[in-house]
């Protein structure tokens, strides 16, 4: 795949200052040192982060924990940050351990094309998730009795996210084209070796149009609304510990914390995601230079955000919530649980 976009567009360095090659030199070092580790500290992210998951999906889905509208939005998150993790994994099997540097069949070169939309997408799904959840509680925050909080509604809306974010892939899909190259020419045509790879259409409009798609409606948005809601989250809470004095304090106890859990979840995605929302737009705005000066050298670090918050919901609920903890260790009964 191409690692520059050539552009007619503006550029946000000078390219003839000092701080432009030191920005250049320091990046490109910075890349060639972490990309070795990259590989197998993502390995080890994808491994365990489905094994998590899969843990994660098995609590959620106990008699005790399936009545909430919130733990079936986080299965659904659990499922695509699994598929996020499965991708990548197969990604790095096979395109940076078993690397051919001239190409690969057809078949892995449509899974590579399949791979990027993927990566993109399931990403995508995952943060707009995230702000339903933190819609839903803000909901019942407001008013006990929201009709947010029935599964039924909570899914209707999950799937009509699914929908959304699908659609707004297609250019993605359509912006990236399969690439078959000549390796080898002998005398006869049917010794010839035909490799394939992905690259970037030749269509800068459609490039750019894309990005600020992608940048704008799956990255930015979705921060922005992350961004508010934890906001109103904080507001709420306050608001509403001075208005329930009436209620149980254990109840009020208990409601508050499943708030707080996700706030927590809310902010660690959010200060994840917020550097990733601020480098899709610049991409987007200076696509030439920022793409080959600072995304490509950079690429490796938004990968390893992206796999870390496949982590957050069960990292937070495991350590946050005893009913949790709970019906995790009795999915192994031959094990004691000390609370």
Same mark, same amino acid.
């Given at each position: 795949?191409?690692?520059?976009?050539?552009?007619?567009?503006?550029?946000?360095?000078?390219?003839?200052?000092?701080?432009?090659?030191?920005?250049? &030199?320091?990046?490109? /070092?910075?890349?060639?040192?972490?990309?070795? #580790?990259?590989?197998?500290?993502?390995? %080890? =992210? !994808? +491994?365990?982060?489905?094994?998590?998951?899969?843990?994660?999906?098995?609590?959620?889905?106990?008699?005790?924990?399936?009545?909430?509208?919130?733990?079936?939005?986080?299965?659904?998150?659990?499922?695509?940050?699994?598929?996020?993790?499965?991708?990548?994994?197969?990604?790095?099997?096979?395109?940076?351990?078993?690397?051919?540097?001239?190409?690969?069949?057809?078949?892995?070169?449509?899974?590579?094309?399949?791979?990027?939309?993927?990566?993109?997408?399931?990403?995508?799904?995952?943060?707009?998730?995230?702000?339903?959840?933190?819609?839903?509680?803000?909901?019942?925050?407001?008013?006990?009795?929201?009709? &947010?909080?029935?599964? /039924?509604?909570?899914?209707?809306?999950?799937? #009509?996210?699914?929908?959304?974010?699908? %659609? =707004? !892939? +297609?250019?993605?899909?359509?912006?990236?084209?399969?690439?078959?190259?000549?390796?080898?020419?002998?005398?006869?045509?049917?010794?010839?070796?035909?490799?394939?790879?992905?690259?970037?259409?030749?269509?800068?409009?459609?490039?750019?149009?894309?990005?600020?798609?992608?940048?704008?409606?799956?990255?930015?948005?979705?921060?922005?609304?992350?961004?508010?809601?934890?906001?109103?989250?904080?507001?709420?809470?306050?608001?509403?510990?001075?208005?329930?004095?009436?209620?149980?304090?254990?109840?009020?106890?208990?409601?508050?914390?499943?708030?707080?859990?996700?706030?927590?979840?809310?902010?660690?995605?959010?200060?994840?995601?917020?550097?990733?929302?601020?480098?899709?737009?610049?991409?987007?705005?200076?696509?030439?230079?920022?793409?080959?000066?600072?995304?490509?050298?950079?690429?490796?670090?938004?990968?390893?955000?992206?796999?870390?918050?496949?982590?957050?919901?069960?990292?937070?609920?495991?350590?946050?919530?005893?009913?949790?903890?709970?019906?995790?260790?009795?999915?192994?009964?031959?094990?004691?649980?000390?609370?």
């Amino acid at each position: 795949m191409t690692d520059s976009l050539e552009c007619d567009d503006f550029q946000l360095f000078d390219p003839e200052s000092n701080f432009t090659f030191t920005l250049n &030199w320091s990046l490109s /070092k910075f890349k060639q040192f972490y990309s070795p #580790i990259h590989i197998y500290l993502s390995l %080890l =992210l !994808c +491994v365990f982060g489905l094994l998590f998951n899969t843990l994660h999906i098995l609590v959620l889905t106990r008699p005790r924990m399936r009545t909430s509208s919130v733990h079936s939005i986080l299965v659904i998150i659990a499922l695509s940050d699994m598929g996020t993790m499965t991708s990548y994994l197969i990604y790095i099997l096979r395109f940076e351990l078993a690397m051919d540097r001239y190409g690969y069949s057809y078949e892995w070169a449509a899974f590579l094309k399949l791979h990027v939309v993927l990566s993109i997408g399931l990403h995508a799904l995952t943060l707009y998730f995230v702000v339903l959840m933190a819609f839903i509680r803000f909901s019942a925050l407001r008013i006990d009795t929201s009709k &947010w909080l029935e599964k /039924k509604r909570a899914l209707t809306a999950a799937l #009509i996210i699914f929908i959304y974010v699908i %659609l =707004l !892939c +297609v250019p993605t899909f359509l912006t990236h084209k399969i690439r078959n190259d000549e390796i080898h020419q002998l005398s006869t045509p049917e010794n010839r070796v035909i490799k394939y790879n992905i690259d970037m259409v030749a269509n800068c409009f459609m490039i750019k149009a894309n990005l600020w798609l992608t940048g704008i409606m799956l990255k930015a948005l979705p921060c922005g609304l992350l961004f508010w809601f934890t906001l109103a989250l904080v507001s709420r809470l306050n608001e509403n510990q001075r208005k329930r004095e009436k209620l149980v304090k254990e109840e009020r106890r208990r409601g508050d914390m499943t708030t707080y859990m996700l706030f927590l979840m809310v902010t660690v995605f959010l200060l994840m995601e917020l550097p990733q929302g601020i480098i899709a737009i610049l991409n987007a705005l200076f696509t030439s230079q920022f793409h080959s000066l600072v995304y490509q050298n950079l690429a490796d670090i938004l990968d390893l955000f992206s796999l870390i918050n496949c982590y957050v919901a069960f990292l937070v609920y495991v350590s946050t919530c005893s009913l949790y903890r709970e019906t995790l260790w009795s999915l192994f009964p031959n094990f004691r649980y000390y609370q």
